[in-house]
Each structure stands twice: as structure tokens, then as C-alpha cells.
């Protein structure tokens, strides 16, 4: 797995849409490289707008990265209800997908 090196943390600390969804195809055609530093910027998000991209974007990692089902467990307790919907999204995929793979 290649290393990326969006410069996240500080990026996502905005408000902006326009600016969050420039970020979230950058994160998209990054692949699973980036989840390291989505994980790592997930507390140096001090906007909840940011924090929420984090996770919406760790859904599809939840199964196969350990790291991303661990934040959602985490970001369950996240002051914005916004994030934390996006949370439970991240465990129940991750939670449905390891269900599946174990039925086959």
C-alpha cells in the first residue's frame, strides 16, 4: 500500500461544501492509502463537517482496515449526531459485510 499525503488534517478544517467535496474525489482516487491519514486527521478536525467526511469516506474500509472499523467505534461518541449517524453507517457495514464472508 503506497503512502498518501493529501495534508487532510488541515484541510478538512472547513465549513465548506464545495471545498469538503474537492476533497472527497481527492480521497476517492487516492484509494486505501489514505486511510492512514484519514484515521490520524480524525482528531485534529475541530469542524464536525470535516470529522463527517472522515467517516462517510472510511465506510467502504470498515471490513477490510481494522483501523477504520475502530474510529467508528469511536466517533459513536462524537459531540455531532451528524458524525455519529455516519458511525453506526461504518460498523453496520463493516459488521454486514464480515457476516457475509462467514455465511459463504
Not at 25 to 46: F, H, M, N, Q, T
Not at 63 to 89: I, M, P
Amino acid at each position: 500500500m503506497k503512502k498518501s499525503k493529501l495534508n487532510l488534517a488541515e484541510r478538512l478544517n472547513t465549513k465548506s461544501w464545495t471545498v469538503l467535496h474537492k476533497i472527497h474525489s481527492e480521497i476517492i482516487a487516492a484509494g486505501d492509502s489514505v486511510v492512514p491519514e484519514l484515521i490520524d486527521a480524525y482528531d485534529k478536525v475541530r469542524f464536525w463537517q470535516g470529522r463527517k467526511l472522515i467517516v462517510y469516506a472510511l465506510i467502504i474500509y470498515g471490513s477490510t482496515h481494522r483501523e477504520a472499523y475502530e474510529l467508528g467505534n469511536k466517533a459513536l461518541k462524537d459531540r455531532s449526531s451528524l458524525v455519529r449517524q455516519d458511525a453506526v453507517v461504518l460498523i453496520a457495514k463493516a459488521d454486514s459485510d464480515k457476516a457475509l464472508i462467514r455465511t459463504n
